[in-house]
């Protein structure tokens, strides 16, 4: 089995990286790709890179339905830095030892084989596949080639790639400024970008330390690993969301991120683990929130937040804690997370956009306003509230009669 290696940031997954993959299967070498987005690299440039797990998921959206091509988490979830030699091993041990890697790199790559770590055990590894895209001169590539053929043994093979010339730089430029793309991205790729307000003007994230990029970086890979996608994408969007509101209304951005990030993070436990975790929780919990998946995960998170992610911060445990149902005396943490939960950019309810007005001025109002809806949704089921909805209730109604 011939099995084609591709890896990149794409950040994002642009036309020219789908055009390069089907110019390498239709050479007729490969019977299948792999295509694998790079992890988080734990060092400052991080912070500029779009989190591994959107870039992912831009890749699979934009390769669905691509006869013969596949997506790999296998970097992304690696810690420490990524060396291409470990990938090469951890596909040899899937495919098999009878499998030959093809690496699809563009042919400039040739030109700078010596910035590589292990070039001699990569070429043991792999046939190096050369992507020939327009305005590389054939010549000087096979030259080049052949060195290195003579040097590391290496075998090397070249492919026709009639790819645009298209910048993942300057889509992110134009993502930014709203400047037209010019079809540069797979469709699936700007609905997905959209509907997650991925590239914004003014990047929230940019306002977050750098040691806390670092481990919201960990924090995300675990999180990768455990929940499901639709969870993931928006536990990445509450992160950016807690930030920006959070900095609207004078809140650590630092802490608004790790909130944000990991406020769900234990909502997928099965339900026996579940509610082992439960009876942990100090002080014990009531009898209606053992009793609701929706209620307990709130709790469950946060302890997981402490005790697995090691997050000691009490003001981030207690925005955790009561990002369900609100509770008396909401600090301004507690309320941005509550928010943002509700109004990050994939929620679509009927009255989320004036939910997302009000949380711009007036965070009580809009709590306020938010357990009010739930309330009525849970009477109209002949439900009741949880006795934390009505006292956050009060004590914010309180608190707003109470200014001049
Ligand atoms: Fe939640
Ligand atoms: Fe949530």
């Given at each position: 089995?011939?099995?084609?290696?591709f890896?990149?940031?794409?950040?994002?997954?642009?036309?020219?990286?789908?055009?390069?993959?089907?110019?390498?299967?239709?050479?007729?070498?490969?019977?299948?790709?792999?295509?694998?987005?790079?992890?988080?690299?734990?060092?400052?440039?991080?912070?500029?890179?779009?989190?591994?797990?959107?870039?992912?998921?831009?890749?699979?959206?934009?390769?669905?339905?691509?006869?013969?091509?596949?997506?790999?988490?296998?970097?992304?979830?690696?810690?420490?830095?990524?060396?291409?030699?470990?990938?090469?091993?951890?596909?040899?041990?899937?495919?098999?030892?009878d499998?030959?890697?093809?690496?699809?790199?563009?042919?400039?790559?040739?030109?700078?084989?010596?910035?590589?770590?292990?070039?001699?055990?990569?070429?043991?590894?792999?046939?190096?596949?050369l992507?020939?895209?327009p305005?590389?001169?054939?010549?000087?590539?096979?030259?080049?080639?052949?060195?290195?053929?003579?040097?590391?043994?290496?075998?090397?093979?070249?492919?026709?790639?009639?790819?645009?010339?298209?910048?993942?730089t300057?889509?992110?430029?134009?993502?930014?400024?709203?400047?037209?793309?010019?079809?540069?991205?797979?469709?699936?790729?700007?609905?997905?970008?959209?509907?997650?307000?991925?590239?914004?003007?003014?990047?929230?994230?940019?306002?977050?330390?750098?040691?806390?990029?670092?481990?919201?970086?960990?924090?995300?890979?675990?999180?990768?690993?455990?929940?499901?996608?639709?969870?993931?994408?928006?536990?990445?969007?509450?992160?950016?969301?807690?930030?920006?509101?959070?900095?609207?209304?004078?809140?650590?951005?630092?802490?608004?991120?790790?909130?944000?990030?990991?406020?769900?993070?234990?909502?997928?436990?099965?339900?026996?683990?579940?509610?082992?975790?439960?009876?942990?929780?100090?002080?014990?919990?009531?009898?209606?929130?053992?009793?609701?998946?929706?209620?307990?995960?709130?709790?469950?998170?946060?302890?997981?937040?402490?005790?697995?992610?090691?997050v000691?911060?009490?003001?981030?445990?207690?925005?955790?804690?009561?990002?369900?149902?609100?509770?008396?005396?909401?600090?301004?943490?507690?309320?941005?997370?509550?928010?943002?939960?509700?109004i990050?950019?994939?929620?679509?309810?009927p009255?989320?956009?004036?939910?997302?007005?009000?949380?711009?001025?007036?965070l009580?109002?809009?709590?306020?306003?938010?357990?009010a809806?739930?309330?009525?949704?849970?009477?109209?089921?002949?439900?009741?509230?949880?006795?934390?909805?009505?006292?956050?209730?009060?004590s914010?109604?309180?608190?707003?009669?109470?200014?001049?």
């Amino acid at each position: 089995m011939h099995v084609g290696i591709f890896g990149g940031t794409f950040d994002p997954f642009h036309s020219g990286h789908l055009a390069l993959i089907r110019s390498a299967l239709a050479a007729g070498r490969l019977d299948h790709l792999v295509v694998i987005p790079s992890g988080s690299p734990p060092h400052k440039d991080a912070r500029r890179m779009t989190p591994a797990a959107h870039r992912y998921f831009m890749a699979a959206t934009a390769v669905a339905g691509e006869p013969g091509v596949s997506v790999s988490d296998i970097e992304m979830v690696r810690e420490g830095p990524t060396y291409t030699i470990d990938t090469l091993r951890a596909l040899r041990g899937r495919f098999g030892p009878d499998a030959t890697l093809y690496l699809v790199v563009g042919a400039d790559i040739v030109f700078d084989i010596r910035s590589w770590r292990f070039p001699d055990q990569v070429f043991a590894e792999c046939v190096l596949y050369l992507a020939m895209r327009p305005g590389f001169r054939r010549a000087d590539v096979e030259a080049r080639a052949q060195e290195l053929r003579e040097a590391f043994g290496a075998r090397v093979e070249l492919f026709d790639a009639d790819t645009p010339d298209v910048s993942a730089t300057a889509i992110r430029e134009a993502l930014r400024t709203g400047t037209d793309l010019h079809g540069r991205l797979p469709a699936a790729v700007s609905t997905y970008i959209r509907k997650h307000a991925l590239y914004p003007a003014k990047d929230p994230l940019d306002a977050v330390s750098d040691a806390t990029m670092d481990f919201l970086a960990g924090c995300e890979r675990r999180m990768f690993l455990q929940l499901g996608p639709g969870r993931m994408r928006h536990s990445l969007c509450t992160m950016s969301e807690t930030v920006r509101l959070g900095m609207r209304h004078g809140v650590d951005p630092d802490q608004a991120a790790v909130a944000g990030l990991l406020h769900d993070c234990a909502k997928s436990l099965p339900n026996e683990v579940e509610q082992e975790f439960a009876r942990r929780v100090e002080p014990p919990l009531d009898a209606m929130t053992l009793d609701s998946h929706e209620l307990l995960h709130a709790h469950l998170c946060a302890l997981i937040a402490k005790e697995t992610y090691g997050v000691d911060d009490p003001g981030i445990l207690r925005a955790i804690r009561c990002h369900t149902t609100g509770c008396a005396d909401m600090g301004l943490l507690d309320e941005v997370l509550f928010l943002a939960d509700k109004i990050e950019p994939t929620r679509n309810y009927p009255s989320v956009e004036a939910l997302r007005a009000a949380a711009e001025n007036d965070l009580d109002g809009a709590v306020i306003a938010c357990l009010a809806a739930t309330e009525t949704f849970l009477r109209d089921k002949d439900k009741h509230p949880h006795p934390d909805s009505a006292a956050a209730r009060r004590s914010l109604e309180a608190r707003k009669e109470s200014r001049p």
